[in-house]
């Protein structure tokens, strides 16, 4: 279609999206015309008469889809920050075309065999590192995908991935409906000790279950707090135990079968691919790359971790007994006395905090960081975008143009929870230099002015991390750039930027007051800080026993039952009796609601262990702001996407791999 805006070329400031021109009803017939598109460049890189070369196969490949990056773009940053049922329906139709479209590229057998022959001579191609390094990652994607099978392989190879998808849908399903079918009446004498949000969010629970009055249900926003404010043990033992009990219910809902099935195609798929477990499949792209590495890394944290469980579990019991209960700490008692805790020694006026945590004053401090470590500059621009609550600035260094970058702050119906960030343009210098478009998504409260809680302030300084990693990459191709690196890598530069936040002199500039302008008492700072670290034990353990398990079932053989299995990793570990896995088996979505973290649910703690140990280098050089370590992340990790490896990145930057001791120290582990 010639007037659709999607597919013109945006004579905008920026070349940013047209919004105000942009019409629901574009988004499908131009979706259409960009995958044939696609299609057709696709098929003259495969079909090409002449030989294959590295501009006419891997540049051709990274030149195509101009237009479908842009109809895309825009259709995913309004469908997650904007959405309306037309445009929620639009999803539903675009995810299967989709799917189909990019399974189509990575198993077109002519297309592999191109750029197979250009692996294969790469020694004499005369490629640069970057060039290497794309056309390592454009094969090894092939390959992974399966590309290289044939025959009777490559037609098992479909049927498990097929087979995989249907499984995964039916464990998020079976875990839906087992979420939803449970709930426990509250009578009104059983609302005593909770505190009011949990009563209205207990009422409310009701009257969506047409229940006579307040119900408590699984869902973990009413859950967690009944746990942890209950005073009756019997009914959090009710509560916990159909929480515990999810996809475990014996009958059409149960997942433990789906499970071990999904476990055994994973092996076979693996094998076929010629990996000795699934684990090394899945971690080859990975920085850790090896299941021993993981395990390393979550062994050395588990220790301190379960000793100091261990310390507060019997703080806990000696509260239980106080409190009248002569029996054993068990996992439904630990939330509720670990809270009772928490109120005695670090009571936090939530209210008296937040007129510190300004929205504005926490954007500005977030650039002022940015300025100071990298020299960027913001200046406001105005321009239409998708939503009258979007905000945009122009981002410069030393007068020259770097990105733009636009922040959504404010909760709406129409937005998905949570926060993200993501490029509209990814940063590029091929085909033709393109500057990044980056956006900021949040869910905070608006108010006049806005005020933050210090955890959604921690979430404004992650996004904006993940923001920089997109705004200061500088490198050829775009399916290296940005945040284009390995999943457990990309989570650095974000929980990295958090630590700014608590630098001392940033909290006193700009944690101010929104009457008095008066900065944040230290005492007051001092608790907000200690807070943070309070109940770690707890956390951790239940975190890395589920990292342990997941590793577990993807290494080496599939087990034939894995709730054995579970049982077996968490006996090998000694796991503490009062807490129990964060996601056992049959719930555990990370692992089996799809391939996203399987055997890679450690993930977290990798990025955590490596932003604790690079915020200890600014420190180590004498500060938050040292410009030598700054240059240095700028110019090993924030500018350089996933032109190498992940380990080779941070040892450039550190001189070393990471270390956990930054860690311990920081979630309060480390031993006196
Ligand atoms: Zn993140």
Redesign the pocket.
């Known amino acids: 279609m010639m007037t659709n805006p999607l597919l013109q070329d945006w004579a905008t400031p920026f070349q940013i999206a047209p919004f105000d021109a942009i019409s629901d009803g574009d988004f499908a017939p131009a979706l259409d015309t960009a995958l044939a598109e696609h299609r057709s460049e696709i098929e003259a890189i495969a079909s090409a008469a002449e030989p294959p070369s590295f501009a006419n196969t891997i540049e051709a490949l990274e030149a195509a889809g101009t237009d479908l990056d842009k109809v895309l773009s825009v259709f995913f940053t309004v469908a997650g920050a904007d959405s309306n049922p037309t445009r929620e329906d639009l999803q539903r139709q675009f995810s299967p075309k989709l799917a189909a479209h990019f399974s189509e590229i990575s198993s077109n057998k002519a297309l592999f065999s191109r750029v197979n022959a250009l692996w294969e001579t790469r020694e004499t191609l005369g490629l640069g590192p970057e060039q290497d390094r794309v056309l390592m990652l454009t094969h090894r994607g092939f390959v992974r995908a399966g590309a290289a099978l044939t025959g009777a392989e490559d037609a098992r190879m479909k049927e498990i991935k097929a087979r995989l998808a249907v499984l995964g849908t039916e464990f998020t399903q079976n875990l839906l409906a087992d979420e939803r079918a449970w709930f426990m009446p509250l009578a009104e004498a059983d609302l005593e000790g909770l505190p009011e949000f949990v009563v209205d969010t207990a009422r409310a629970a009701g009257t969506e279950k047409d229940a006579d009055g307040p119900v408590v249900t699984l869902s973990r926003s009413l859950i967690v707090p009944f746990l942890q404010f209950s005073p009756r043990r019997d009914l959090r033992k009710t509560a916990f135990e159909a929480w515990a009990a999810r996809g475990a219910n014996g009958g059409q809902t149960d997942n433990r079968a789906i499970a071990a099935e999904i476990l055994s195609l994973r092996e076979e798929r693996a094998k076929l691919l010629g990996y000795a477990s699934f684990a090394d499949f899945k971690l080859e792209t990975e920085m850790a790359k090896t299941p021993a590495a993981v395990r390393d890394l979550l062994m050395s944290v588990w220790e301190p971790a379960r000793a100091q469980a261990d310390a507060d579990a019997a703080r806990l019991a000696e509260m239980m007994r106080e409190d009248g209960v002569n029996d054993e700490l068990v996992p439904w008692d630990w939330r509720y006395y670990a809270e009772k805790r928490r109120a005695a020694e670090h009571d936090l006026d939530e209210a008296e905090l937040k007129p510190y945590f300004q929205l504005d004053r926490m954007i500005a401090a977030s650039f002022a960081c940015a300025e100071r470590l990298f020299g960027l500059q913001f200046k406001p621009l105005d321009i239409p975008l998708y939503h009258p609550d979007c905000r945009a600035w122009e981002v410069t260094r030393d007068g020259e143009h770097v990105a733009v970058f636009i922040g959504d702050y404010f909760a709406r119906g129409s937005k998905r929870s949570g926060a993200w960030c993501s490029a509209m343009r990814a940063q590029a210098k091929f085909p033709k230099p393109q500057a990044p478009i980056v956006i900021n998504v949040c869910n905070f409260a608006k108010g006049d002015p806005a005020l933050l809680s210090y955890d959604d302030a921690r979430t404004l300084f ?1 996004e904006f991390g ?1 923001a920089l990693h997109q705004m200061l990459s500088n490198v050829t191709y775009e399916s290296i750039s940005g945040t284009s690196v390995a999943r457990d890598f990309v ?1 650095l530069p ?1 929980q990295l930027y958090e630590h700014w936040l608590d630098v001392p002199e940033v909290l006193s500039e700009f944690a101010v007051h929104a009457e008095t302008g008066a900065p944040i008492p230290p005492d007051m700072l001092q608790k907000v800080l200690d807070a943070s670290t309070f109940d770690m034990g707890f956390q951790t353990v239940e975190y890395v026993a589920s990292a342990l398990v997941d590793l577990a079932f993807h290494e080496g053989p599939a087990p034939a039952d894995p709730m054995e299995k579970q049982r077996a990793v968490l006996d090998g570990i000694g796991m503490p009796p009062a807490i129990t896995m964060r996601h056992a088996t049959p719930h555990f979505a990370h692992v089996f609601a799809g391939d996203g973290y399987s055997s890679g649910y450690y993930s977290y703690m990798w990025s955590e262990v490596m932003d604790a140990d690079a915020f200890a280098a600014f420190e180590e050089a004498g500060g938050a702001f040292d410009p030598e370590r700054a240059s240095a992340l700028e110019r090993h990790i924030l500018s350089t996407g996933g032109s190498s490896d992940a380990a080779e990145l941070y040892i450039a930057f550190r001189g070393r791999l990471p270390g956990v001791d930054a860690l311990l120290k920081g979630r309060g582990l480390a031993a006196e």
């Open positions: 992650h993940h989570e974000s």
